[in-house]
């Protein structure tokens, strides 16, 4: 079993450098009483880290993040929130896809290679869970996972390596 509050600490740990440059404040809500799952650590910490990096990248300088987790019943949930350029709805679909990303100046300068989000679907589906993206064009986005706090074997599939 992995505490999440561990997992988010260790998360934070990773990104706080490239925060910081950008002035960015990450914002925490820890649940109210500490939740573990049946999960392996290192995919986990990758999820938080890809959802951040990202939220930080497409974030202006001075920005908000906001972290938080929540408990629902068989599920954890965990939500991050920027306040960055947004995607556009027509967009929203297609940036969980292998290379894609949302075309403009913006995008390009951030570089990467659009592979961020296709590896923690994959991760998070392979675990039976969910994850979706709420956003307003310029004014932020909200990505958020669930995941069941037991790994049921019919759940388990074999993900795709990169
Ligand atoms: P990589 O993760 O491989 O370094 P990437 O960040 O461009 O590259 P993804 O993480 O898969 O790739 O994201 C795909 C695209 O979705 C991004 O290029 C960007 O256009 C858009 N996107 C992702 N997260 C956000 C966000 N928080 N705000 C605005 N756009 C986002
Ligand atoms: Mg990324």
Redesign the pocket.
Known sequence: DVNINEIVETSLQTVEKQAKDKGINIKVGYPEESLTIKTDKDKLIRVFV??L???I???PHDGEVEISVTDAGNHIQASIK?N????PPE?REK??DKF???D?TA?RK?????????IIKGIIDGQGGSIFVE?ETYK??T?TFRLPKELKEEDFTEIEQY
């Open positions: 890809n959802l990096t990202n939220a990248k497409f974030t920027d960055g350029i947004g995607i967009k940036i969980f894609y990303q949302v403009s995008t951030a570089g990467g290679t659009g592979l961020g989000l296709a956003s932020g986005s990505f």
